[in-house]
């Protein structure tokens, strides 16, 4: 891949200058749709910071909020209430041109007309730069978003992937500070998805610049991000790196949204574990002997996954889930037969009442 030129080494987003203050900054913003009992609150009171610099995400199901509040930093939905700053400045009221933001939305929308290098161009004509100019930047950015040689072809003879790529170069030339991306994989297959993650991540590196991106998909969010915002019905519930909300979730929704879990409560938990209400998750869970097990009970289900193996064992009326490791040679119990769970106190983490 290219370096890239002059003007993409002077990005107008200086590190130094703009880690002094957070990139983006959400004070108490809401936002609601309609008014009357039929109002939806899409996004309730959102406290957020983000670093200059930083990849976070948005994760969330379907409905939370996270596209709405990823509108109203781009400008193109307004709050109810609240203030937003990017880069220090207020930009609550701003129109989309004015912030130094750019959105890849989940379509694309690329213009099916124009030439991939000028779909690509599309911003800096706008903005009247000279026609060699814009193409020479142009081809740049397909080098960087590694899309050589498809510049005079257009939309629709490109693949889903590819025309991801142009979105994403088209979203970069106008060098934005924070650059936003609405589900931008959601429409590609797996494996050009987990593909396309990792090369989002280094380019990220690789610029410098804020990433707000947003998924539905706990996996997504888990690999790229330096922290992630957890949405549930317009709220944030927990703002953390990958590792705090996937091991210390604050809440319960947060606990069962990102990855498995096991959530304990009442009796079984203050016998299993010590805490009124606690979370355990599957793959911390072993089977083994009866001897110092700290749970015993009958394997109700075994579900095969290919890199592991899902065994629901019922202790006491409450299903515990462990996910052991798939090994040749190592067949799961089958259902019905008797199990002894066992797993480090480490790996319990107590829940909020
Ligand atoms: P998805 O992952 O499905 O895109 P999301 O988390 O991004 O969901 P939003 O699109 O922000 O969620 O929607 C939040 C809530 O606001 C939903 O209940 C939605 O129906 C509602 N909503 C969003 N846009 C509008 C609108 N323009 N008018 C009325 N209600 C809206």
């Not at 130094?16 to 983006?24: E, Q, Y």
């Not at 509108?71 to 930009?91: K, N, Q, Y």
Request: hydrophobic share 45%; aromatic share 6%; proline share 6%.
């Amino acid at each position: 891949m290219r370096a890239g030129g002059d003007w993409l080494a002077a990005w107008p987003c200086p590190a130094a200058v703009a880690r002094m203050t957070a990139a983006v900054e959400l004070d108490q913003v809401s936002c609601v749709f309609g008014s009357g009992p039929g109002a939806v609150r899409a996004v309730d009171g959102v406290d957020l910071a983000i670093d200059a610099g930083e990849f976070f995400t948005l994760l969330g199901p379907s409905g939370s909020g996270k596209t709405t509040c990823l509108r109203m930093i781009g400008g193109f939905t307004l709050p109810t209430a609240g203030r937003i700053r990017i880069g220090g400045a207020d930009v609550t009221a701003a129109p989309p041109y004015a912030r130094p933001v750019n959105t890849v939305f989940q379509d694309y929308a690329l213009f099916p007309h124009m030439s991939i290098r000028d779909n690509v161009a599309y911003p800096l004509m706008v903005r009247k730069v000279g026609k060699a100019e814009r193409a020479r930047r142009a081809d740049e950015l397909l080098a960087l978003v590694q899309l050589p040689g498809v510049a005079d072809r257009r939309p629709a003879q490109l693949s889903g992937g590819q025309r991801q790529r142009v979105a994403l170069a088209r979203a970069l030339i106008g060098q934005p500070q924070v650059l936003l991306l609405d589900e931008p994989l959601g429409a590609l297959d797996l494996k050009l998805r987990e593909q396309m993650q990792s090369e989002l991540k280094a380019l990220q590196r690789r610029l410098g610049i804020t990433f707000l991106f947003i998924t539905h998909d706990q996996h997504e969010a888990l690999s790229m991000s330096d922290r992630i915002g957890v949405f549930n019905a317009g709220r944030l519930e927990q703002v953390g790196t990958p590792q705090a909300v996937y091991d210390t979730p604050a809440t319960r929704f947060v606990a069962h949204f990102v990855g498995a879990a096991n959530v304990l409560e009442g009796e079984i938990a203050r016998r299993l574990t010590g805490h009124a209400a606690a979370m355990l998750r599957p793959e911390r869970i072993r089977l083994g002997e009866s001897r110092d097990a700290r749970a015993a009970g009958t394997v109700a289900e075994v579900q095969y996954f290919g890199a592991f193996t899902r065994v629901k064992v019922d202790v006491g009326g409450a299903l515990l889930q462990a996910d052991l490791p798939t090994s040749p040679g190592h067949a799961p119990p089958p259902a019905g037969s008797e199990a002894h769970l066992h797993w480090d106190g480490r790996a319990v983490h107590a829940l909020a009442g």
